[in-house]
């Protein structure tokens, strides 16, 4: 239940290409806390609920829970959620050993592209495809929960 992921900005599309899954994904959040954020989820046709704790200092590392649950309720769920919801298309791509989660933002989120990589240490080595970009691990900007509240076409 400790995620430890980096995330990376994306400076082309040549990802899609190599991705072997695509994914359509609407999220809310019902609390956006610093110290801890509950996210509901639609991912295609599948709901889930999911709490976060608060990231170690580098960003890397920090407590998730989530849970499947009913897609109908999910959607009155939404409902309640702080502001912005976020639409993105997610892209998986494996690269080397490892998997990236590629989401491409719609709406109000139009321009952003970011991967994450999930690791199974802090200091495990990866290689870069050359497609990503400059390391966003840990600045909150990028953060779901932030843009949920901060939409990246509102950004200067």
């Known amino acids: 239940m400790i995620e430890i992921e980096r995330k990376f900005l994306v400076k082309s599309e040549k990802f899609i290409s190599k991705s072997f899954k695509k994914t359509q994904i609407t999220q809310g959040y019902l609390n956006s ?33 989530e849970k499947e649950i009913n897609y109908e309720e999910a959607v009155q769920l939404l409902k309640l959620c702080e502001d912005y919801i976020i639409d993105k298309t997610r892209y998986l791509v494996e690269y080397e050993g490892h998997l990236f989660e590629v989401d491409i933002f719609h709406g109000n989120n139009e321009g952003l592209i970011i991967a994450e990589i999930e690791l199974t240490t802090e200091n495990e080595k990866f290689e870069k495809p050359d497609w990503l970009g400059v390391e966003v691990t840990g600045d909150i900007r990028y953060y779901n929960s932030y843009i949920s509240n901060t939409p990246f076409k509102q950004w200067k």
């Open 33 to 65: 806390d610093s110290n801890r954020t509950v996210r509901v989820r639609l991912k295609d046709h599948q709901a889930y609920i999911t709490v976060k704790g608060k990231s170690n200092e580098a960003g890397t590392k920090r407590f998730e829970w």
